[in-house]
């Protein structure tokens, strides 16, 4: 189980990676776009959110100790949801943009 895990996670982590690096490249360009940075503000804070959780899962009762980085993580992502525009804000900017 454990491994199946940390496969998940790797391959998570692997495709936002390729995400962030188009929206670099897409900004140096100067075709970045609003809909494009709410896309990927919104996949990478809830993928950190995902695969912290997991790792505490992972660490057991460790995972909640202070004295633990996985347990500041654990404490420290929640905020990355909510700075430079809410989970909710960023699926409005980019349901905007579709047309919906």
Not at 6 to 29: P, Q
Not at 46 to 75: F, I, S
Request: charged letters at 25%; one cysteine or more.
């Amino acid at each position: 189980h454990n491994r199946f895990v940390l496969a998940e996670m790797a391959t998570e982590i692997e495709i936002a990676r390729h995400h962030v690096d188009k929206a670099v490249l897409e900004h140096n360009a100067g075709r970045f776009t609003v809909q494009d940075a709410a896309m990927a503000k919104w996949w990478t804070t809830e993928l950190q959110k995902r695969v912290v959780d997991q790792c505490v899962q992972l660490h057991g009762g460790y995972g909640y100790m202070l004295e633990y980085p996985v347990a500041k993580a654990y404490t420290d992502c929640r905020v990355q949801t909510i700075y430079g525009g809410t989970t909710e804000v960023m699926k409005e900017i980019i349901g905007r943009s579709l047309g919906v």
